[in-house]
């Protein structure tokens, strides 16, 4: 078992930004994919970015390449989502989830990760 807590979540005016964090605990960290994915009221649950257990591949999404940027340290066991320039439509509950598959590039799809935390919610204010 894996157990994933976000935090970092809060409300921020556009053009800011928030840095969330992802502890984990349970199983080894350092061997799963980690994602963050993100869900506004009435839409679909979206990957916005994704690292392999290494780092060393990573996935972003259209909508947030070059404003996000996610890390890992294994040693901490904690995934990161640094995320500058906000916009209103960032506005969501935002997850983090791990991927056991081993796979060397990290999906995109919610489907394939295992475990999920509780999400925290993002607001940016226009």
């Known amino acids: 078992q894996v157990q994933l807590v976000e935090s970092g979540g809060g409300l921020v005016q556009a053009g800011g930004s928030l840095r969330l964090s992802c502890a984990a605990s349970g199983r080894t960290f350092s061997g799963y994919a980690m994602g963050w994915f993100r869900q506004a009221p009435g839409g679909e649950r979206e990957c916005v970015a994704a690292?392999?257990?290494?780092?060393?591949?990573?996935y972003y999404a259209d909508s947030v390449k070059g404003r996000f940027t996610i890390s890992r340290d294994n040693a901490k066991n904690t995934v990161y989502l640094q995320m500058n320039s906000l916009k209103p439509e960032d506005t969501a509950v935002y997850y983090c989830a791990a991927d056991y598959s081993g796979s060397y590039y990290p999906s995109q799809f919610h489907y394939e990760y295992d475990y999920w935390g509780q999400g925290t919610q993002v607001t940016v204010s226009s």
């Open positions: 690292l392999n257990w290494s780092g060393s591949s990573t």
